[in-house]
């Protein structure tokens, strides 16, 4: 079974510094997308960036980018210019290609910007 | 109306009493997940179901809690007997399964307290 841990439960960084939260998955599949999620403290989550594992290029999403590593089955995010409204709580996310799959989450990163 | 509503988004219930919460997924979603999310905590699955597949029920935590999700649509998720340890958010999410690379869409969530 596919499987999703992010080993860092909080981290914190200085505002307007960049910052990496780190993802790993198993999985014996070739073809999966991965997505990075935020819940801020209104407890919505929003979808922040996704990568699909047969494209090598890492997604980015203006401050949001992912280095993803699908040798290691790492995808990691990185922030940069921290800012006061990316403090949250971080999921990472997978899903398989098969229609049937659910999206498996693993347990989260509370990031706190501090200024 | 867009997104996942979920009703009611706050309930204050006596532990033993039942309770029901409902989730409308977005239109078309043939997806429907439900989760726990304890106080600061991550994502706890609870339940996903799939078009007319049979829900995958592994994460309820006890015979206490049971969903249906009806015509496809709406979804209600029960707790009978409810204890103190069963207070949290439950958040509902849906996805529009057919397309790999779709990602699940959130509502706000209810939060449950026991006392």
């Given amino acids: 079974a596919q499987t999703v841990t992010q080993s860092q439960p909080e981290m914190s960084v200085q505002e307007a510094e960049t910052v990496t939260l780190s993802c790993t998955y198993d999985t014996s599949e070739s073809d999966y997308y991965l997505f990075w999620y935020k819940q801020p403290p209104s407890r919505q989550m929003i979808l922040v960036i996704r990568q699909e594992a047969y494209k090598q290029q890492n997604a980015t999403e203006n401050r949001f980018s992912v280095n993803f590593q699908k040798a290691a089955k790492s995808f990691s995010l990185k922030i940069s210019d921290s800012q006061l409204g990316d403090a949250a709580m971080y999921f990472c996310a997978y899903k398989g290609r098969d229609r049937d799959d659910k999206i498996i989450f693993g347990k989260g990163t509370r990031l706190h910007i501090l200024p | ?115």
């Fill in chain 2, 1 to 115: 109306g867009a997104g996942v509503s979920q009703s009611p988004s706050n309930k204050v219930t006596e532990k033993g009493k039942d309770v029901e919460l409902r989730c409308d997924p977005i239109s078309g979603h043939t997806a429907l997940y439900w989760y726990r999310q304890s106080l600061g905590q991550g994502l706890e699955f609870l339940i996903y179901f799939q078009g007319n597949s049979a829900p995958d029920k592994s994460g309820l935590p006890s015979d206490r809690f049971s969903a249906e999700r009806t015509g496809g649509s709406v979804s209600t998720l029960t707790i009978q007997r409810t204890q103190q340890e069963d207070s949290a958010v439950y958040l509902c999410a849906s996805s529009r399964q057919a397309q790999m690379n779709t990602e699940a869409f959130f509502g706000q969530g209810t939060r449950l307290t026991v006392v």
